[in-house]
């Protein structure tokens, strides 16, 4: 869903400065100010962009991604100038022209190189035997004004033409990340902004392809849609006919994406000739030399604590049964809707791991320190409290966090526990040019909101609003959708856009039809979880980031709020500062299984949001909510849309299965129908 109030401008400590008073030094030998407490900006701002050398760097090696990126940011702190080309999902590029900037594409990515190369310091050559000495050297790059090389680039950057020095070299410096990352805390992050915190992964790897690879057979899967556990036994799963490759692999996928609720997983047991070569618990630190790719599958704790993978995710365990086994079987403890299947892949090499650009150009340009920490290995957790615990309340983390799913839960909720906040822009592109960008919205269109009568009424969410990177990519996608705008759809975003990428944010509400309503994504201005919050910073935190609700019209709220990973309700005391500090109508709350509506604090509407994947899902739920409903009082269902599996055209399709005793609306006219049925005042 899967990312400081007080952090705005850092002193003016270089000849030039931002076009809000936020300023960075032009020499490499000044480090970055320590920032000045404000109540007026959250992000950065940056100089509007008067020309853009953009390279196209899709299919560029990995180190060559990095190495662009990292001149991005020095190049593009001062004026933008540089825009990488890295996706296509959305059109390679299609933000490009919707800048409105004139550019020169350049095809040979070397050119841009070749023009800017000179405001480049040196280098800084990372350690491919340690991957996260890629985050150290980012780090560095942003202090001394350096690019980023692997040692392959550093001989060609070394020699003719272009003569860069090596300024720092991190082969062999440290045998683990934990080494490295305690070396930069203790010696970098003093000169770094503590304005902002980057969180990045260090490489990226090449994953198994959503779907069965060719290679994989299905060998266990449940034909019925099972929630209850009755179905819960130990599984025998014959693996001998993949014996002959170094390894055997076992997926786990959810055999019923379309409800959200997967298989569950206790505990593997693989024998070899009848011999014990693996045997471990869900969630155990055995399972972790076995658990080759979990994707976004999750752990629940407690009740026999389970891995399990819903709304379509996977997660995968690797064996090698030694040399001439004869006989390979697994005993799985398993339940519930479970699709099993075996195979053979090839391990992940070096090779296959490569750094990339993404956001990296705004760590360097804001000299932001960069960082991967596992906030479930106690070691690592130690260090991001650490981090966190050095800066103001309401500072914003920007990226994302490693174990995907399980790694969100948890370090949200610790983020959150020292009043930081979340951007999820691990893979945004080109931030410090749409951070150049202004806001210049069109006045939202009005729809007149139906009279309240004996119906059902039913409002659709697409969730994923808090990702800035959703935001950039898939968002675009379903928004040039020819069926958006022929039912009411309400649209989770980021506030923060109208600071990190006004461009994108006016092209979404200046396109917007009058069935089209953007909200705020979770949980307001930024990812965080409201229970998990500090009291005595929450309720200025909503005061001073307010303006970016009602700048944006955002003013309705999605919140996730979580403890220990699962759903809870606000707390009265969080539910009031919503109320008074955002002035919110109503809220939605949580992505669940279940819907409904409470009236919290006697005052304020808090609508459950039931998660639904597939249209087909949505008109089972809505079939039952009618099947339940006596007619005698209207009825309220918020229904949220899976983003990266629905789209505007399965809203569509949804809206006309549905018959005359339901209407949808628009999230505005939804929480105002509610006050009026539960004779609740107006809001403000």
Not at 213 to 229: C, L, N, Y
Not at 597 to 619: H, M, W, Y
Request: aromatic share 12%.
């Amino acid at each position: 869903m899967a990312r400081k109030f007080s952090i705005i401008c850092l002193a003016i400590i270089c000849s030039f400065t931002l076009s809000t008073g936020f300023a960075f030094a032009s020499e490499s030998k000044v480090p970055a100010a320590k920032p000045e407490i404000t109540k007026h900006r959250e992000l950065p701002s940056f100089k509007k962009p008067k020309h853009l050398d953009a390279a196209d760097i899709y299919d560029a090696p990995g180190d060559v991604k990095l190495l662009l990126g990292t001149l991005q940011g020095i190049v593009n702190r001062e004026l933008p100038r540089i825009y990488l080309i890295e996706s296509d999902e959305e059109g390679k590029t299609t933000w490009l022209e919707d800048l409105a900037v004139p550019y020169t594409l350049h095809e040979d990515y070397w050119k841009v190189f070749d023009l800017y190369r000179s405001e480049a310091a040196g280098m800084i050559i990372y350690d491919p035997d340690v991957p996260d000495t890629i985050n150290v050297a980012t780090t560095l790059a942003g202090l001394k004004d350096a690019v980023v090389a692997s040692p392959e680039l550093a001989e060609k950057l070394s020699a003719a033409p272009y003569h860069l020095n090596v300024l720092e070299d991190l082969r062999g410096k440290f045998n683990s990340r934990m080494e490295a990352y305690n070396w930069q805390y203790e010696q970098l992050w003093d000169q770094t902004t503590h304005q902002m915190l980057v969180g990045l992964a260090p490489d990226t790897a090449i994953r198994i392809p959503p779907g069965l690879p060719e290679s994989f057979v299905t060998i266990a899967e449940e034909k019925e849609q099972i929630r209850d556990a009755s179905n819960r036994d130990v599984y025998s799963l014959d693996l001998t006919p993949l014996l002959g490759k170094s390894a055997v692999y076992l997926r786990f996928d959810d055999a019923f994406p379309q409800d959200g609720w997967g298989p569950a997983i206790h505990e593997v047991t693989v024998k070899a000739d009848g011999q014990t070569i693996a045997s471990f618990i869900a969630g155990s630190p055995e399972e972790e030399a076995y658990l080759y790719d979990r994707q976004n599958s999750k752990f629940l704790e407690g009740q026999g604590g389970h891995r399990f993978a819903d709304n379509g995710n996977y997660f995968v365990y690797e064996f090698t049964p030694p040399a001439g086994t004869k006989q390979l079987t697994a005993e799985v403890d398993m339940w519930n809707q479970y699709k099993v299947s075996a195979g053979n892949i090839k391990p992940l090499s070096a090779e296959q791991r490569e750094p990339y650009a993404y956001l990296r150009d705004y760590a360097v340009a804001n000299r932001a320190m960069v960082f991967w920490l596992d906030s479930n290995v106690p070691e690592q957790l130690a260090l991001f409290e650490k981090i966190m615990s050095d800066v103001e309340p309401g500072t914003p983390y920007l990226g994302w966090f490693s174990n995907d799913v399980e790694g969100e839960f948890s370090s949200v909720e610790i983020a959150s526990r020292y009043g930081v906040y979340v951007l999820a822009a691990d893979w945004f592109s080109n931030l410090t040019v749409f951070s150049g960008t202004k806001p210049k919205y069109a006045p939202a269109k009005k729809s007149p909101r139906p009279a309240l009568e004996n119906k059902i009424y039913v409002t659709y969410t697409f969730t994923e609003g808090d990702n800035f990177q959703y935001n950039q990519h898939r968002m675009r996608v379903m928004w040039d959708d020819p069926a958006r705008g022929k039912v009411p759809l309400n649209w989770t975003s980021s506030p923060l856009l109208h600071e990190g990428a006004p461009a994108i944010l006016n092209y979404y509400l200046n396109t917007a039809t009058e069935n089209d309503l953007l909200i705020a994504g979770p949980s307001g201005a930024g990812y965080f979880y409201p229970n998990a919050w500090p009291d005595a910073s929450f309720g200025e935190f909503l005061k001073q980031t307010q303006h970016y609700l009602k700048k944006t019209g955002m003013t309705i709220p999605y919140v996730l709020n979580r403890v220990d990973s699962q759903n809870v309700p606000l707390t009265p005391f969080k539910a009031s500062a919503y109320e008074e500090e955002y002035e919110v109508p109503g809220l939605f709350i949580s992505y669940e299984d279940k819907y409904g509506v409470e009236i919290v604090n006697d005052s304020l509407p808090v609508s459950t949001i039931r998660g639904i994947s597939t249209a087909q899902d949505g008109l089972q739920v809505l079939q039952e909510a009618k099947a339940n409903w006596d007619g005698k009082s209207p009825l309220f269902v918020s229904l949220g849309l899976l983003a990266w599996s629905m789209t505007p055209s399965d809203a569509v399709k949804l809206t006309e299965a549905l018959g005359e005793e339901f209407e949808v609306v628009r999230a505005d006219h939804y929480f105002s129908l509610i006050r009026e049925s539960y004779g609740l005042k107006k809001s403000k």
